[in-house]
């Protein structure tokens, strides 16, 4: 893999109590094909949908270069760190591609090859994982009951060495008590293929996934004071939330006669910043993020950005090297 980039993504947890984001699923953040940079492969156009159900880009790539080229291209996921309550926003597809990824090249599909690690504490983990028959992703039940097989002296190390833990749970206040081990260490992974570049001619790559949505049963935004609560600090800055959203919070409040904003949070990330890896800016940068219903209320930081449909929002740009990565917040009301 020494062709691949490294990415850093990051978990965003929040409080588990009824403050800024209650009983809180962390959003999963993923975005931007990327290889080694190289000058003569320019990346002409970007068209980015976002929504909470499907995030889909469209490229169109140029290879300047008077000979075909290839490299080997990877679409990294979020890391998946595994916790001791585990509330993580990860898509429920199949066991093999959770995010339901796919991509196709002028058309074509094309089967890329997942690469899976496992690390804990900055430590490659993965071989031995591998050789005591646990699979690599911390949250599956397989991993619960692989882990829960192994005998008396190997969870005994697993636990010494803080990479899972012995969980107690009982079904009644008189019933038994089972203990099973569960895993803390972190999932990373990437789609890759190898991908050729034409000369002097432009390339369509097209990708989907399912977005690792964080999300909240309710949320303490646009409340009395709540930016100087200690549980919003990031929020404003974050999510770029200004004073018409505030207010737009407020009057469904007086609406419902509510004394608490009465609204469930949606949050998605997409990192954007990989679009500066390849040769100059993107060309043609086209965005476009559906917040869901026409009810739901929309904050992210994306100057220029307009609302087009009742529930559409757009946002255009010329010769775009992006400097900052998306996070979006979509309030949805409750019942």
């Known amino acids: 893999m020494s062709n691949l980039r490294t990415l850093s993504f990051a978990l965003f947890a929040l409080a588990a109590t009824r403050a800024l984001a209650n009983d809180s699923t962390a959003e999963l953040a993923a975005g931007g094909i ?18 909470a159900k499907q995030v889909h880009i469209v490229y169109e790539f140029a290879n300047k270069a008077s000979a075909d080229k290839t490299a080997l291209v990877a679409f990294p996921m979020p890391d998946i760190e595994g916790a001791v309550d585990f509330t993580v926003g990860v898509p429920d597809g199949p066991d093999d591609n959770p995010f339901a990824f796919a991509v196709t090249s002028d058309g074509q599909p094309v089967t890329p090859t997942l690469d899976e690690h496992a690390f804990f504490k900055g430590v490659e983990r993965t071989a031995e ?7 690599l ?44 081990l569960i895993g803390l260490w972190t999932y990373r992974s990437a789609f890759t293929w190898k991908q050729t570049f034409p000369a002097g001619k432009s390339l369509r790559l097209e990708q989907s996934y399912k977005p690792g949505v964080g999300s909240t049963v309710g949320t303490g935004v646009g409340a009395p004071g709540w930016r100087t609560r200690e549980d919003a600090k990031g929020y404003p800055a974050k999510y770029c939330i ?18 608490y904003p009465p609204f469930s949070e949606q949050r998605i990330d997409y ?11 993107i060309g043609d940068f086209h965005l476009t993020i559906d917040k869901g219903q026409p009810n739901y209320l929309l904050s992210l ?22 400097s900052r990565d998306l996070n979006i917040l979509i309030l949805t009301p409750n019942p």
């Open 34 to 51: 990327t290889f080694l940079k190289d000058p003569d492969i320019a990346m002409r156009s970007e068209d980015l949908s976002i929504s």
């Open 242 to 259: 200004d004073r018409d959203f505030e207010q737009s919070v407020a009057a469904v409040m007086r609406k419902k006669k509510a004394d």
């Open 137 to 180: 992703r911390p949250y599956l039940p397989a991993t619960q009951e692989a882990l829960d097989k192994l005998d008396a002296a190997t969870k005994k190390r697993l636990v010494d060495q803080e990479m899972a833990y012995v969980d107690e749970t009982s079904t009644s206040v008189d019933g038994p008590v089972e203990r099973h």
């Open 301 to 322: 930081c994306a100057d220029g950005i307009v609302k087009t449909g009742p529930t559409r929002f757009e946002l255009r740009k010329k010769d775009f090297t992006p």
């Open 129 to 135: 994982l591998r050789k005591l028959g646990v699979p």
């Open 271 to 281: 990192i954007l910043t990989t679009g500066a890896n390849w040769a100059g800016p």
